[in-house]
């Protein structure tokens, strides 16, 4: 049943359990400071900064030693962990996951990095509950087995749950609740699929579990079980409404770990789970998804450009992008599929450094009202310039890495139907209007507010934070390749698996749900003879 | 060894309990001033060795029978008594501190629980309906005194008489389903029963009177489970009992009455599965379902402990209700998280004092995270994993229960099992959002913690074990799959 080669021998260095669990004993270590309120809260935030920094080390060391030309599981590790069920602690990385774990190691010194100007009560506990979502975060992407990826999964619940509820806005404890349990009852839905799988199948290794493909009549309800937990978690519409409530009411930090990492959870899970697992259901239910992220992609920029308040219109612009996730992933190209991987990776910095970007004037004012701000370009000349670039990188402009994903998954879907990319292209459109729209009422115009016109421009710390994040997503702009030669290789296992088991499976979908053209591996599809 | 020695020594346990706690009862009367710190300590001492007893001569991988086959000794009853000694153990431990200084403090406290859990040992070791009956009513009375132990108080009075009524009503359903049984069999004994039953059900099924007796069966013991419909007396008496009853009540007898449940269905009524299933299903999904959302309005922590002890009773049921043996160890790993669970929440709530007494509202508990950060966090990780999410203890349990209904094809239960459980996580997400978002600044009294080295060693004990579950689940599991292979044939 083995289905990849192992690249990693036994007992190398276990590089990636390290990344995984040192931030949680920095979070033991940090419990354990004594002292007065001042000094644990500096030594709570140097600990978890230096923690957090040293697992970004490690993971530019993975990234530096990954062999970026197979679609092998690299840095392998498993151990029998538990007896009977026989679970497996299996990790290891391929050519899409080791994206993701490198940005949760980005994103997590950036939040503490951030907090130590916005972030003043109950500092300790704020470091340990990030410290141990990052252990949480980089579980979920290296997981190689089903309820070890699930108990991480699920276990950012928990810090995130505190996170918005102790250290949020006004609504906080609505959004934190809401948040919880939306995400909860996707999850639970999963859960039982993937138990349905264990007993299937008799395995939880995910590498099996992609290898064998069940029949399309189990496909079809475990496609719709994991469904509910991706689409909660990406967010898709209609199941997007947690979104903007807990994007507005989290501290900064957690807004950026939200729109930086939670939300790639989700488009993580399409591929390493419903693609190679559900092949055929995923196909089948291709249209849905199309006409879902088509609905997102317009439908929420719509939504944002009306918004008052600037968190919630970048969670709302974040639907959008997510959809253009979604749409590519769908698409069965080899375009489709590494624009949306592009997508994430390029809208977890973009995202993150935008919300970034709030938290640096919301400290200042105390207000995310569009309104309340306006012509502090004069005083912040290189906060406006920054703000630019995150800005730009959004609207998805030629030169920014926002550009590569959109264009990928338009050129990915183009191939598949060219309404649905027409349609997704206004959303390219929109996203420029609201964006751009944005920054002439926030940075131009009229100093209407003396207070928000006097601001002081970004302190050292700010910019420590933003500039290598605007100068990354300037380079993925232009030099897309670094990211897509990684990528490539495991796409294209992805698509041949998923073709092979399209070619072999007994299973003809059924054609009249099927729009042309969307099964482009089908040797004798008769699409044109339904029509 | 002759035949009587071979009888007596795979009773030692029992016969242990039962002659030391009598001599307890005595040593207390004669010690003065209520003398419940000594009596408890040899009770505890009293427990450990018939804990030693229990597993003194290994584990017995096969079952033996001894009194006329109305006793059997077996992996299973070894495992179930061994969490009956730890669990009782704990409860005792825990309520040392609340008992004192009261009118409850006294010897009887400990007695009462030694001879409850001497029923309780009865009942797992059951083989003849006649020694369960007797099991489970010795168990039960020295319950009911204990409900109303704190006898000054009209509430602890009325716990008392509303679960002795309701109690006594159970056993008469019980009674009478056991007439009926012994009507068409003519036995009461397990084996006798069992073969009876399976002989006449091949060809035409059994007839109606049987299974009228087993659901009556079934019924008097899912009152003893507080399983839905017979749960109306859990809330009323968990929140009139004193505190330190109510914890030995929620963490203890349930796992007697589910043995018992185990021991019918897979002995005597094994070959009516497709007739007491639907029974079990049904319980354990209106369990689920009362419990979480009953127990969503509560202001009370004890009446919300009590629904909540009807919805995870719903998810052991599960376990039961497939009637395999992956059932039956997903039942009791379960149900083991469950009472340590169980444990820590109760010793947390008896060290926080109000006015000289436990808490007992909800609101109580508002701003903790402030006042009192270690308390709130321990807290908030057992109420974390009573809702199931990884990576604590909880989260396992139910794991497992789910995997054995998946595997038995029962998916749709599996499905509702999983749907219910996040609509409880919302009571549970309460008491967090109680200490840690809201401010302690309009509670009118201050809470207090008081404790001693017992009740935070038990508090600590049972932290640990739901943090570090997920490390090493080796040994406890490999408990349950022993306990649970020697049942199955």
């Given amino acids: 049943m083995e289905a990849l080669a192992q690249v990693t021998t036994e007992g ?61 599981f690299q840095f392998v590790e498993r151990k029998l962990w538990f007896p009977y069920l026989n679970l497996q602690y299996y990790v290891g990385v391929d050519g899409i996951s080791v994206y993701f774990v490198l940005l949760s190691a980005l994103l997590t010194p950036i939040c503490i990095l951030a907090s130590i100007q916005s972030v003043h009560s109950r500092v300790r506990e704020y470091i340990i509950a990030f410290l141990i979502l990052e252990t949480m975060m980089i579980g979920t992407f290296i997981a190689l087995d089903t309820v070890l ?8 619940l928990i810090p995130m749950f505190l996170i918005i509820g102790v250290w949020g806005g006004a609504r906080r404890i609505y959004s934190a609740f809401k948040f919880f349990l939306y995400t909860l009852l ?60 807990a994007h507005v009411e989290a501290p900064t930090g957690g807004s950026v770990i939200l729109a930086g990492v939670l939300l790639k959870m989700g488009g993580y899970g399409f591929l390493r789970f419903s693609l190679p697992m559900f092949p055929e259901a995923s196909h089948y239910f291709a249209p849905l998804m199309f006409g879902l992220s088509i609905v997102a992609i317009i439908y929420t920029s719509l939504v944002a450009l009306v918004q008052t308040d600037m968190k919630k219109m970048i969670a709302y612009s974040s639907v959008a992008h997510m959809g253009f996730v979604t749409l590519g992933i769908f698409t069965f190209t080899k375009q489709g599929i590494e624009g949306a991987m592009f997508q994430m990776i390029s809208h977890g910095l973009v995202s993150g450094a935008l919300f970034l970007l709030v938290g640096v004037v919301y400290d200042r004012l105390h207000s995310r009202e569009i309104g309340r701000y306006g012509g502090i370009v004069r005083n ?59 920054y002439r009422r926030v940075i131009f115009g009229p100093a209407e507010n003396a207070d928000a016109a006097s601001m002081n421009d970004v302190t050292a710390i700010e ?69 | 060894m002759s035949p009587l020695m071979t009888e007596i020594s795979l009773a030692a346990p029992e016969i242990l309990l039962a002659l030391g706690t009598m001599a307890m ?82 010897f009887e406290y400990p007695v009462l629980m030694g001879f409850s859990m001497l029923g309780m040992f009865l009942m797992i070791s059951a083989n003849d309906f006649l020694a369960l009956y007797v099991g489970l009513e010795l168990s039960s009375l020295a319950l009911y005194v204990m409900a109303a132990f704190n006898r000054n108080t009209a509430k602890s ?89 109510t914890a030995f009540f929620a963490i203890v007898p349930k796992v007697a009455a589910m043995a018992l449940i185990v021991r019918l269905v897979m002995g005597p009524f094994e070959d009516l599965v497709s007739d007491w299933q639907p029974v079990l299903v049904l319980m354990a999904a209106l369990s689920m379902t009362v419990g979480a959302l009953a127990a969503i309005v509560q202001k009370n922590l004890k009446r919300l402990l009590a629904y909540s002890s009807i919805g995870n009773m719903g998810y052991a049921l599960i376990g039961v209700a497939v009637g395999t043996a992956e059932g039956i160890t997903s039942m009791i790993v379960y149900l083991s998280i469950y009472m340590v669970m169980t444990a820590g929440t109760f010793g947390i709530i008896m060290a926080l004092r109000k006015s000289g007494f436990a808490v007992d509202q909800i609101s109580d508990l508002s701003g903790l995270s402030k006042t009192k950060p270690g308390i709130a966090y321990g807290l908030a990780a057992i109420m974390f994993s009573l809702s199931g999410i990884p990576p604590l203890a909880g989260f396992f349990g139910k794991l497992y229960v789910f995997q054995s209904a998946v595997a038995a094809h029962a998916y749709v239960l599996a499905v509702f099992g999983v749907i219910t459980s996040v609509v409880a996580a919302w009571y549970y997400l309460n008491i967090i959002r109680t200490m840690f978002f809201e401010s302690a600044e309009n509670l009118a009294e201050p809470v207090t913690v008081e404790c001693d080295a017992p009740l935070i060693a038990v508090v600590t004990l049972s932290l640990l074990f739901i943090v570090g579950f997920i490390v090493m689940p080796g040994q406890w599991l490999s408990l349950a799959h022993f306990a649970s292979a020697g049942l199955m044939p």
């Fill in chain 1, 380 to 438: 912040m000349p290189i906060y406006a310039t920054l703000f630019m670039i995150f800005m730009l990188g959004s609207v998805g402009l030629p030169g920014t890495s926002g550009f590569v994903g959109e264009f990928m998954v338009l050129l990915g879907s183009f191939q598949v139907d060219t309404r649905v990319a027409l349609l997704a292209g206004t959303g390219v459109i929109l996203g420029a209007t609201y964006m751009l729209w944005l």
């Fill in chain 1, 463 to 531: 910019k420590v934070n933003l500039i290598p994040l605007a100068i990354m997503v300037l380079i993925l702009g232009v030099a897309p390749m670094s990211v897509l030669q990684g990528v490539g290789p495991t796409v294209n296992h992805l698509l041949t698996q998923s073709g092979v088991a399209l070619a072999a499976g007994e299973f003809v979908p059924p054609q009249e749900n099927m729009p042309a053209g969307i099964l482009p591996e089908q040797p004798a599809a008769p699409a044109e003879v339904n029509q």
């Fill in chain 1, 186 to 245: 996707g999850s639970v839905l999963m859960l039982v699929a993937l138990l349905v799988l264990y007993s299937q199948l008799g395995t939880t290794s995910i590498p099996d579990l992609m290898a064998n493909p069940l029949p399309f009549s189990w496909q079809f309800w475990l496609f719709l079980a994991m469904f509910a937990s991706f689409a909660v978690k990406m967010p898709m519409w209609p199941v997007h409404t947690w979104l903007p409530d």
């Fill in chain 2, 25 to 106: 009862m005595v040593v207390g009367a004669f010690l003065r001033g209520g003398a419940l710190k000594p009596v408890a300590i040899l009770t505890l001492i009293l427990w450990l060795v018939s804990l030693v007893y229990i597993w003194i001569n290994g584990a017995s991988l096969e079952a033996q029978r001894a009194f006329s086959d109305m006793f059997i000794a077996d992996g299973f009853g070894q495992v179930m008594k061994s969490m009956i000694v730890m669990g009782s153990a704990a409860a005792l431990l825990i309520s040392l501190k609340d008992l004192e200084g009261t009118i409850m403090a006294r």
């Fill in chain 1, 149 to 156: 990826f699930y108990v991480f999964f699920e276990g950012v």
């Fill in chain 2, 157 to 245: 009075s009325e716990a008392g008489l509303k679960y002795f009524v309701l109690g006594a009503i159970s056993s008469g359903l019980l009674l009478f389903g056991i007439s009926l049984i012994y009507g068409f069999t003519g036995s009461t004994q397990f084996d006798v029963v069992g073969a009876t039953l399976s002989a006449a059900s091949v060809p035409a099924g059994v007839p109606v009177v049987v299974l009228f007796g087993m659901v009556l069966v079934l019924a008097g013991l899912a009152f003893k489970i507080s399983a839905v419909p017979f749960h109306m007396w859990t809330p009323d008496v968990y929140d009139g009992a004193p505190t330190s009853v």
């Fill in chain 1, 12 to 72: 190398a260095f276990p590089i990636l359990s390290v990344m995984t669990f040192l931030p949680l004993l920095g979070a033991l270590a940090i419990l354990f400071i004594k002292g007065g309120t001042d000094f644990v809260t500096k030594a709570a935030q140097q600990t978890g900064l230096f923690i957090s920094l040293v697992v970004l080390g490690l993971g530019i060391y993975v990234m530096g030693h990954f062999d970026p030309t197979t679609a092998d």
